[in-house]
Every structure is written in C-alpha cells, then in structure tokens.
C-alpha cells in the first residue's frame, strides 16, 4: 500500500431521500499537499467535506475513510476532530456575540475547565492570532468585523485544533483580495508543518495558484484526480461541466433606451451614529444597461443600494428619478411597486426563509403575482417556481425542497428567481454570482444580457474585476462611501479601476 | 430544474414513512394518554360524560392555542392570554348581568374589547420595538388588575340561558351525525383532490396507504368520539366553534398573503423586510387576532362556569403555549400547525382532567404540566439541532 496518502475516501456513497448526492467517490490525498476540489453548485463537494468531518456520521453513507492508511468510522464531529480533521464551513459557525478570543476558543479546554482566566485567554489568542499574521485585538466584539475578517478568525480557530487536515469550503468567497492573500500565507506556513488542505472554491485561479493537485465531482461521481501541473483552468472548467466552455462573459453590445433611473446628491447616513456612509453621490442608469459598480470592501456600495431601495433606517439627502419621475422609498415595498429590486450579496441573512421551500421562496416578493380572487393560488405559484426554476437551471430532487437541503449556489438561484418574479425595472445585483459555479454564472450572465435586452436596467455590484469588466456597459467604482470616478467599457481595465477604487482610502 | 426520477421512485415510500411518523407521533401520544388514564381511572376517563365535558374543557385551551400558534410563528409570545380572557369573560358577564346588555351584543363587546387590547399590546411590540416577552407579561398583571378593579373582587352570576347556551348546549343527534358524516366525506375529497393535483404537477406523492390510512384513522376517530358524545348529551357547541376557527385559521395561514407573511417574518424577519413584506403592520395584526380570540374564549369561559371570577384563565398561557409546542410549532418562529395546537390542546387538557378525576392534589398537577412544557421545548430544539447540524 502507498503511505503517503493523508486520507483516502474509497466508493463513498450518500443519499438524502431523493436524491444520491454522491456515487462511488474517490478521494485520496498525499499528505502535506493542498488539494483543491472542484466541482458545479450541488456536484457533491459540501457533502462528502461534511462525512470526512463526521457531520453525516458512519452509517448514513457507504464507502471507507483511511486516514494515514488506518480505516476511521466517525461517529460525530468531536470524533473526526480528535482524529485530527477540522473543517471550516462555506457557511459561518461562529457567535457574533462573543469576543474574537472566546470564539476562537469556544469548545476547546481553556474555555471548558470551570474557571476561564481571561488574561491567559486573550494571551493565547494573540499568539495564535499573530501567528496567522491577523492584525486584529482578541477582545474585539465578533459581530464588529468584516466578514471576511470573522472568516479569517474561524480559520484561525481551526488553527489551534492542531489539525492534520484542514478542508475550507469556499473560505475565499466572503474575502477582499488582502484577506485572501493573509488566507494564502497561512496556507503555505501550513504546508511547511505537513499540514493537509482540502480547498474547495469556484474561483479557479486561487485553485491554479496554491493548490498541488486537484479532483473534480461532477454530478456526485469523481471525474478526475490530477496534479496541477497537467492542468489548465480551461481544462478544469470542461471538466466539471463535461464539455468544452470557451465563452465566459456572454456580452453583447446593445442599444440603450432612455434613461431610467437617476439618483442625485444622494447621501445616506447611519442610524445611530449619523455618521455619513454614502456622501453625495450622483448617476444615472438607461434602459437596457449595465452598469457596473466596483470598489474594495467596505466602500459603501451596499450601503448605497440597499438604503437606496429602502431596506435601512436612518435619514437620506437627495433626489431619486425613475423614468423622470421624482419618487419617494422608505420601504422596500415602495420599490418593489416601483419596478425596483435588489439581491442581496448575504443570502443567508437578507434573501431565505429556510422554513420555507424553494416555491414559497420564490414567490415571497411577488405574493400579488400569485393570487386568484385575492386568494394565494399553488398552482400559479407552482407555475411561476417551476418557470424560473427551468431558467436559472435550478439542480433540486423537488420544488418542494427546503433551503437546507439545497447546494450554496443553488441557493443562490433560487433567490435571483425570487426577485427576477417581481419583473423589475431596474434590477440591482450585489454580488450575484458569489458562491456559483463557472457554468452556472455563465446562465446568470446571460439572464442578466437578456433582461438588458429587454430593457431592464442594471446594476451589478460585484468585487470580482473580470466579472465587472466582461459585463458591464460602464463601470462606476466607488470607495469611502463616494463615487471617485465612472468609465466606459472601453476605458475600464483592472488597473483605472483599482486606481479609482483606493482614492482617499489607506492601502 | 433536473429531476432523478428513477431515485424518486424508489424513495417515495420511505419519505412518507417520515412524514407521517412525526404526524402520527402526536396521534400515538393522544391515544397512549387516554389508554393509561382509562386504565388508572377504571375506565371512567373514557365515559361519554367525562369526554364530553373534556371537549367542552378543552375549547379555551384550544382557542387560546390557535391564536398562539400564529403569535408563536411569527417569533413573539404572548403571556397576557390567560388574564385577557379572565378580563373579558368579567367584562361581559358585568355588561350582561349589571347591565342587563343581551347576549349577542355583549359576545361582540367582549370580542371587541379583546381585540383591541391584543392591538394595544402589538402596538407596543410592532412599533415601540419592546420585546413581546415584557409586553405580554405587563399585559398579564395590567389585564388582572383591572379584572379584580372593575369587578370588585365579586364573582359575577348567574348568566341567563341564552348566554349559558354558548357553552352548554349539544347539537341534536341527527344533526351531529350528519356533521361528522360530511366532515368525513369532505376529508376524503380533499386528500383525493390534492393528491390528484399533486400527481399532475408532478410532485412527490406520499404512498396511498399513509395518506389514506391516516384519513381513515381520523374517521374512525370522528365517528368514534360522535358516537360516545352522543350517547350522552350530543355534540357540544363549543367543540363546534373551535373547529370553525381551526378551519378560517387554517385557510388564512395557506391561503392569504398575510398567512404566508407571518410565517416569513418568523422564518427570517430581514429577508422578509426585504421582500417588501410589513412587518410592523403584520406583527401587530397578530397581536390584534389573538386578542380577539382571547375574548371568544372568555366569553366560552364565562358562559361554561356560568359566572364570570376574578381567577378566571388564570395560568392558562402556559396551557396555551405548551399546546402549541407539543404540536409541532417552532419557538424559534416560522413553523406551525394549527391542527397540531389543537390536538396539544387536548392533550393538556386531558391530563388536567384525567388527574383530577384520579384526585391527584392540584400541585401536583402544576408540577406536571410545568415539566411538560419544559420536555417539549426540549424535543422542539433538540429535533431542530439535528436538522441544523446537517444543514451547516
Ligand atoms: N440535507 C440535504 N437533504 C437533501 N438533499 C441534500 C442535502 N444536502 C445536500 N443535498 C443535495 O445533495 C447534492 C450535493 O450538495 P452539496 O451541498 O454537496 O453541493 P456542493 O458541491 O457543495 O455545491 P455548491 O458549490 O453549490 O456549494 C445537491 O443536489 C443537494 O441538493
Ligand atoms: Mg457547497
């Protein structure tokens, strides 16, 4: 038997009811090496991350587990931790309520034996913390971070756990590009300590750039185990989705109609503390564009468009135009009865009931779509779910299903079809191809040409540049809360626009 | 939207199994009480006498729960239920024994006052953001204090007939025959329409057997209990009432964009803000219908005891809430089952009443009915943790 593989998983297999989320998989890893698994939103990539770690214990799937070459049967969670594995979710698993240093401690013996010595906790932490290179104080409120950063602090929790294998499920996702770059350094110190990575993420040029070799899923079976040297991402990408994709922007130039939305001197400001998060801000939107709206984390852009749309209290300066009408918003359902949407860049928070099934979900903005005599009707509601469902290319064993058991883009899906029932007028994106799959963003992208085409104003908010650059008309890019300059798609390159995007900022 | 239809096939069976193990659950727990307080009482539990006074015992608890379930769903709670019913069964047995007002206007004064009073509570949790917890606990003692103000501390009676009849009149034989009869008929049409529906939008079917089975188990059920009831005195009206709340409940929770809201709101209050759904207006829309109901039961109460006492409901919130946990709806909002709540309302009052015919000390009881609550929390979060650890 070869003894350099870490972990092994032979033939596993698991089915939910309906569904086989996974046949037959292989999975073996050689020890110390990142091994990136790739794969299209519900390939299988969470659920078999989430037997090796215990969370569907023995016996709910079939198939072995070898780690180190030795057959383990995990029984839960504490069982495959004791074994060395620890597993950082694509969703986060932390208390917003506690200090950074309880959370990063949470569960383990410092915080168990009766009496917690605070000193020794915020030590401890400052070491670990250090050691990631995280410059942030272990007394710090969770909730007070970025996302990205309380993201950086469960890896650093997982750290402590001194795990021989450590798998990340799409840790990058919520990250600016300086916390993906902490995240890389951490990841090569690891592999200095023989430390094993499982990597799983959608953006194929961190998988080109750390990982040591790759598998792909597709469709709950292993397609493939390779060395990165042998691949290209063209070849991951026909891989996953089992032909030849050589387009990934479906960008077609398109005449624009009259303006539809205009926003002027428009300043939003925080609730409590008054202090100005978006200030001054001017545009103006057409028919049948896209604008595109750039700028690093924390530059206001949310804050624009969700206050804008009438999701957040606190006072607001400035005139809003749609079609040349001066209108007034102060709830999101004035702008939905305006034709105006927004999507969410927190789906989990800001998008689904997970109470409710993918047609009630659906269905929630648009509830006067779905009436006959005044009454909820399922069979429309049926209908219109089933309709979207087919044009977002949905992947569920039912409509009946509920959030839980759908895959993260698949999720994601499901609300863009929520606010794609309402029929906007101008639909604004934030981030809506977080956590999707290069095939699966390529349907989005061309819903989003082919609304334009019909006239629909656009908006995406995105931090990904090549997403900006390959689909926008105009970008606009914005930080510290203003708008710090506008170009046109032939003027836009990666470089104007980081340029843009750090006026009046630190870095 | 990619179906595996060959995995459907073979799955079908074994999806409904589940389904229906944690609806029978509940079925199973009823009779399981019933069997062992048949046996510790020598089978008088079971008498027609004592199960028609336990249904007519039971719709207070029932409709107090059915408003609770959508207070519960919408992630609030509300203490205050057992005092308002104590204050507007006291309101309207004044008005109708000082007063001389007759019954049918004092039924609407009662009811009014009950709903204006659950709008007075909303208000302060929709609008003025304090916690429902607080509210509905001021509630409770402002709602006792003026019970014991305005009636003195007296005990109101006697109601006359009309307005005793509420609570304590039976429908004749025929007719409670001829109720159960249709009730059954109606259950088999609608279980063979909606599975005939279902079977043309192609979604999953539970197995016949199940379906079915559970449907004639329910017959069995109806006919049984009309059956005992009327070897005593018929049908009590009051068991009449809480079924045609059941049923507009039921239809506006399924049926009506404001059902489908609090279920929202309950599930994930900010998606649903963002949905362009109300959550102020509808929060305290809520509160407004619980009290409206409060004041249908006070009014049951009054009637049935046949006066109107400064104790009166007291403690039956926790009666309410525990209901409404025992069948099936979530602490933590955006689940619930109004049928579930009614069937955990007999459940309670089952116990009430098969301890007390056993002469088990009251305290005893409270004992009792306190760690029941506790358990089905406990199974509430504990089954709720489950589902979460393999959602993470
Ligand atoms: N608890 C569950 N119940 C039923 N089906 C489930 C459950 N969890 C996952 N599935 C199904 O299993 C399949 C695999 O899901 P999984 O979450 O592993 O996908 P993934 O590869 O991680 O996708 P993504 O990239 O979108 O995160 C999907 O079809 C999903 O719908
Ligand atoms: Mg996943």
């Known amino acids: 038997m070869d003894r350099k593989f870490a972990l092994k998983m032979m033939n596993i297999t698991k089915e939910f009811p309906g569904v086989k989320a996974l046949e037959n998989v292989n999975l073996k890893v050689k020890k110390g090496e990142v091994h990136a698994l790739c794969g299209e939103n519900g390939a299988g990539k969470s659920t078999l991350m989430k037997i090796l770690s215990g969370v569907y214990p023995f016996g709910s799937y079939i198939g072995e587990i070898f780690i180190n070459d030795r057959e383990v049967q995990f029984l839960d969670i504490k069982a495959s931790q004791e074994a060395g594995v620890a597993i950082i979710y694509q969703e986060l698993a932390l208390v917003p309520e506690m200090t950074v240093a309880e959370n990063i401690f949470l569960g383990s013996d410092l915080m168990r034996s009766g009496i917690i010595s605070w000193e020794k906790l915020y030590a401890e932490s400052q070491k670990w913390l250090d050691m990631t290179g995280l410059d942030i104080d272990p007394q710090m409120k969770l909730g007070d971070l970025t996302v990205g950063k309380q993201q950086l602090v469960e890896i650093t929790k997982a750290l402590t756990k001194n795990a021989d294998i450590l798998i990340l499920d799409e840790p990058t996702s919520a990250l600016t590009e300086s916390e993906a770059e902490v995240l890389f350094s951490i990841l090569a110190r690891l592999k200095e300590r023989n430390v094993t990575c499982i990597y799983i993420s959608h953006k194929l040029d961190e998988v080109l750039k750390i990982a040591d070799s790759v598998t792909v899923l597709r469709d709950g079976q292993t397609v493939s185990t390779d060395p990165i040297s042998n691949l290209t991402e063209n070849d991951i990408v026909s891989k996953m989705v089992g032909r030849e994709l050589t387009e990934f922007y479906p960008f077609e130039e398109r005449p624009f109609g009259n303006e539809i939305f205009r926003v002027n001197n428009y300043s939003f400001y925080e609730n409590e503390t008054q202090e100005e998060l978006v200030a001054n801000v001017s545009f103006n939107l057409r028919k049948g564009e896209i604008l595109?709206?750039?700028?690093?984390?924390?530059?206001?852009?949310?804050?624009?468009?969700?206050?804008?749309?009438?999701?957040?209290?606190?006072?607001?300066?400035?005139?809003?135009?749609?079609?040349?009408?001066?209108?007034?918003?102060?709830?999101?359902?004035?702008?939905?009865?305006?034709?105006?949407?927004?999507?969410?860049?927190?789906?989990?928070?800001?998008?689904?009931?997970?109470?409710?099934?993918?047609?009630?979900?659906?269905?929630?903005?648009?509830?006067?779509?779905?009436?006959?005599?005044?009454?909820?009707?399922?069979?429309?509601?049926?209908?219109?779910?089933?309709?979207?469902?087919?044009?977002?290319?949905?992947?569920?064993?039912?409509?009946?299903?509920?959030?839980?058991?759908?895959?993260?883009?698949?999720?994601?899906?499901?609300?863009?079809?929520?606010?794609?029932?309402?029929?906007?007028?101008?639909?604004?994106?934030?981030?809506?191809?977080?956590?999707?799959?290069?095939?699966?963003?390529?349907?989005?992208?061309?819903?989003?040409?082919?609304?334009?085409?019909?006239?629909?104003?656009?908006?995406?908010?995105?931090?990904?540049?090549?997403?900006?650059?390959?689909?926008?008309?105009?970008?606009?890019?914005?930080?510290?809360?203003r708008i710090t300059g506008e170009l046109p798609r032939t003027k836009a390159t990666q470089e104007e626009i980081m340029k843009l995007a750090t006026i009046g900022s630190d870095i | 939207m990619t179906t595996n239809n060959e995995n459907k096939k073979t799955k079908e069976s074994k999806i409904s199994f589940k389904f229906n193990a944690q609806s029978y659950a509940l079925i199973i727990a009823l009779v399981l009480i019933a069997v062992l307080f048949a046996v510790l009482t020598g089978g008088e539990f079971l008498s027609s006498r004592n199960l028609s006074n336990l249904f007519t015992q039971m719709t207070v608890i029932s409709v107090l729960a059915i408003g609770m379930t959508f207070v519960i769903v919408t992630a609030h709670i509300d203490l205050s239920v057992g005092s308002l019913a104590g204050l507007t069964g006291g309101i309207a047995g004044i008005l109708h024994v000082w007063y001389d007002w007759n019954t049918g206007i004092v039924v609407l004064a009662a009811v009014m006052v009950g709903a204006l009073l659950g709008l007075f509570q909303g208000w302060w949790v929709a609008y003025r953001a304090v916690p429902a917890f607080i509210v509905t606990l001021g509630g409770m003692l402002i709602f006792r204090g003026i019970l014991v103000g305005i009636t003195g501390g007296q005990t109101i009676a006697p109601m006359d007939q009309s307005f005793r009849s509420i609570a304590g009149s039976y429908l004749p034989f025929s007719l409670g025959y001829i109720l159960a009869v249709s009730g059954i008929i109606l259950l088999f049409f609608f279980t063979i329409r909606r599975r005939a529906r279902r079977r043309e939008l192609q979604l999953q079917l539970p197995s016949p057997f199940m379906d079915f089975g559970k449907i004639s188990l329910y017959a069995v059920g109806i006919l049984l209990v009309t059956y005992i009831l009327s070897r005593y005195q018929g049908i009590p009206l009051p068991l009449i009432i809480v079924v045609v709340l059941g049923g507009i409940f039921i239809f506006v929770s399924s049926k009506t964009a404001f059902g489908r809201s609090i279920y929202a709101i309950g599930g994930n209050k900010e998606a649903a803000a963002l949905s362009g759904i109300n959550i102020k207006r509808n929060t305290f829309l809520v509160f407004g219908l619980m009290g409206a109901l409060a004041g249908i039961a006070g009014i049951i109460l009054t009637s049935r005891l046949n006066a109107a006492t400064t104790g009166a409901g007291d403690m039956y919130e926790l009666d309410a809430i525990a209901a409404c946990?025992?069948?099936?709806?979530?602490?933590?909002?955006?689940?619930?089952?109004?049928?579930?709540?009614?069937?955990?309302?007999?459940?309670?009052?089952?116990?009430?009443?098969?301890?007390?015919?056993?002469?088990?000390?009251?305290?005893?009881?409270?004992?009792?009915?306190?760690?029941?609550?506790?358990?089905?929390?406990?199974?509430?979060?504990?089954?709720?943790?489950?589902?979460?650890?393999?959602?993470?």
């Open chain 2, 325 to 392: 946990v025992i069948g099936g709806t979530s602490l933590a909002g955006g689940r619930g089952y109004i049928v579930g709540s009614i069937i955990g309302a007999l459940i309670m009052v089952s116990i009430d009443n098969g301890m007390s015919m056993m002469n088990i000390p009251t305290f005893w009881q409270y004992i009792v009915k306190g760690s029941i609550l506790i358990v089905a929390v406990w199974v509430d979060i504990a089954s709720k943790n489950k589902t979460s650890a393999s959602v993470a």
């Open chain 1, 292 to 481: 595109g709206v750039s700028g690093l984390m924390g530059a206001g852009r949310t804050e624009l468009f969700i206050s804008l749309f009438g999701g957040y209290n606190g006072k607001k300066t400035g005139e809003v135009y749609l079609e040349n009408e001066l209108i007034s918003i102060n709830k999101p359902a004035d702008s939905i009865k305006h034709g105006i949407a927004y999507v969410s860049e927190d789906r989990k928070r800001y998008g689904l009931v997970p109470e409710m099934n993918i047609i009630k979900n659906t269905t929630l903005a648009s509830l006067d779509k779905v009436k006959k005599n005044r009454l909820l009707d399922a069979d429309m509601e049926l209908e219109k779910a089933e309709e979207y469902a087919k044009k977002m290319n949905l992947k569920s064993h039912s409509l009946e299903a509920f959030m839980s058991q759908l895959s993260g883009g698949n999720q994601q899906k499901v609300v863009l079809s929520k606010w794609l029932l309402t029929n906007p007028k101008v639909l604004i994106l934030d981030e809506p191809t977080r956590g999707i799959d290069v095939g699966a963003k390529f349907e989005i992208y061309k819903v989003i040409v082919e609304l334009a085409k019909e006239g629909v104003g656009i908006v995406l908010i995105s931090s990904e540049l090549p997403e900006v650059l390959g689909m926008s008309d105009r970008v606009m890019v914005m930080s510290e809360g």
